[in-house]
């Protein structure tokens, strides 16, 4: 089974081709016009996912060496993400579909984000713990099946990735700001300052981290680099917060859960620093974490799904329309 995934969730255009579970390519091409307004501009982004779709997909097709007419399905974003941006996607999927009379499957983006991991591990097992840490979201799920997924904790105000994001523009980093800090708080010492861990009360698996902006922006107000102090230590400490949040609400779930295996899904799992810690925090664990390129926005775990769920009749009708705050249950 052929199907062509696509993903215009956020700011990325996407497209990828899926081969009986196998991804014969993912093309993704990042929007840089955003770097100019330090974030997505909704409205931009429609218009360049108007402007991109149509060459992202062709490159897609032409490099696996696929024919349109030998695509079996369609598997698209529904949601969550801007609305504009999931109506090109959604449209053009319909208008694909209808032309070449094949299925075409609505895909939440989450759930893509989740099943990014069985492409880095076909064998992976049930049940799992799975922090999904992404620009909109920060969740910690326990998953015993495909469907079958329960809410353990999620942030009560900003996101991981929205804390990256916002730090770098308190910074004067650029858009994404996950990258940026990341690169600039490499070589920095990351105890030279403290900043604060929200970590609720004592069992509690939800996330804040506010209050860690807030902080940093009191913190940038006096700050004057000297020679015992630099930027960069000052990046790494606040990039490092972030991250021992994260570890300690994981180390907790899969306490809680008695779980063995634990999974990384969404943008934020590419941050090196947080992999390496979860490693040392959860030594006897199975942690997986997914390709680079599979972490943030793409279109091989929108086909990749759409295939599984077509195949595995859980795809339910034709007649569906974009969901910009689409839950995962
Ligand atoms: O999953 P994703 O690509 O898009 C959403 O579904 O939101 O996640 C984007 C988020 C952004 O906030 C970005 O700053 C963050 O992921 N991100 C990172 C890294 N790469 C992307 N955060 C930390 N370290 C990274 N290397
Ligand atoms: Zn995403």
């Keep these: 089974m052929i199907t062509l995934g696509i993903e215009t969730s956020c700011d990325e255009t996407a497209a990828a081709i899926c081969k009986d579970g196998n991804i014969l390519t993912n093309i993704v091409s990042q929007q840089i016009i955003h770097k100019n307004f330090g974030g997505v501009v909704p409205e931009i982004a429609s218009r360049e996912h108007e402007i991109l779709l149509n060459k992202v997909v062709h490159t897609s097709l032409r490099e696996a060496k696929i024919q349109l007419n030998q695509i079996d399905a369609i598997a698209v974003t529904q949601g969550p993400g801007l609305t504009g ?10 208008g694909l579909g209808l032309g070449l009379g094949v299925p075409v499957i609505p895909v939440n983006h989450l759930e ?8 880095a591990e076909p064998a992976l097992e049930y049940p799992f713990v799975c922090l999904l840490v992404s620009g909109g979201h920060t969740q910690l799920w326990y998953i015993e099946g495909m469907e079958q997924y329960s809410l353990l904790g999620e942030t009560r105000d900003d996101a991981a990735g929205e804390a990256f994001d916002k730090g770098a523009r308190i910074f004067g980093l650029g858009y994404p700001g996950g990258p940026a800090i990341e690169r600039k708080a490499h070589g920095g010492d990351s105890t030279k300052y403290h900043f604060p861990r929200i970590l609720l009360s004592k069992d509690s698996l939800d996330f804040s981290f506010s209050g860690l902006k807030t902080s940093l922006l009191y913190f940038m107000d006096d700050f ?10 000052i990046i790494a400490s606040y990039q490092q917060a972030i991250v021992d949040t994260l570890v300690e609400k994981t180390r907790r779930a899969m306490d809680q859960t008695g779980a063995k ?9 590419a941050n090196q620093c947080l992999r390496d810690r979860l490693n040392v925090i ?8 997914p390709d680079f390129s599979l972490c943030t926005d793409n279109a091989a775990m929108i086909s990749y799904l759409g295939q599984l769920k077509y195949q595995s009749n859980f795809f339910k009708k034709l007649d569906f329309s974009v969901i910009p705050n689409l839950k995962l249950v």
């Design 224 to 233: 004057t680099e000297t020679k015992s102090i630099s930027l960069s230590d």
């Design 282 to 289: 959860l030594p006897d664990k199975d942690m997986l974490f």
């Design 112 to 119: 893509g984000h989740i099943f990014a991991n069985f492409l």
């Design 261 to 269: 295996r634990c999974i990384i899904a969404g943008g934020v799992a």
């Design 85 to 94: 941006a999931l109506l090109t996607g959604v449209s053009f999927a319909k």
